[in-house]
Nanobody, 121 residues
Framework: VQLQASGGGLVQAGGSLRLSCAASGRTFSSYNMGWFRRAPGKEREFVAV???????YYASSVKGRFTISRDNANNAVYLQMNILTPEDTAVYYC????????????????WGQGTQVTVSS
């Protein structure tokens, strides 16, 4: 599976962005699809995941502001980000897990190249 993330950019605090992740391969629907982020000087952290069965989980820091969704027909996963704050500034990565990875990045098999999100105050 090859992943290509896009949609990042510069936005003011309170604004919104929608990230997209396009996946290649015929088995997209069999993967749990997650979004992670890495802020400058920080560890990579879990943001959200939508499982192969459609269950959704969020990090507490984004719950209520971010929405993850997937489109199996088009091999894509999305992250709608609302009410952005400067603390959301990071490189965002989409990732695919064949196992029950959920919030553990070590359980993800494939990673996109990342897309930069910068939120100005």
């Amino acid at each position: 599976v090859q992943l290509q993330a896009s949609g990042g950019g510069l936005v003011q605090a309170g604004g919104s962005l929608r990230l997209s992740c396009a996946a290649s391969g015929r088995t997209f629907s069999s993967y749990n699809m997650g979004w992670f982020r890495r802020a400058p000087g920080k560890e990579r952290e879990f943001v959200a995941v939508v499982t192969r069965s459609g269950n959704i989980y969020y990090a507490s820091s984004v719950k209520g502001r971010f929405t993850i969704s997937r489109d199996n027909a088009n091999n894509a996963v999305y992250l709608q980000m609302n009410i952005l704050t400067p603390e959301d500034t990071a490189v965002y990565y989409c990732a695919a897990s064949a196992a029950a990875g959920l919030g553990d990045p070590s359980r993800y098999d494939y990673w996109g190249q990342g897309t930069q999100v910068t939120v100005s105050s």
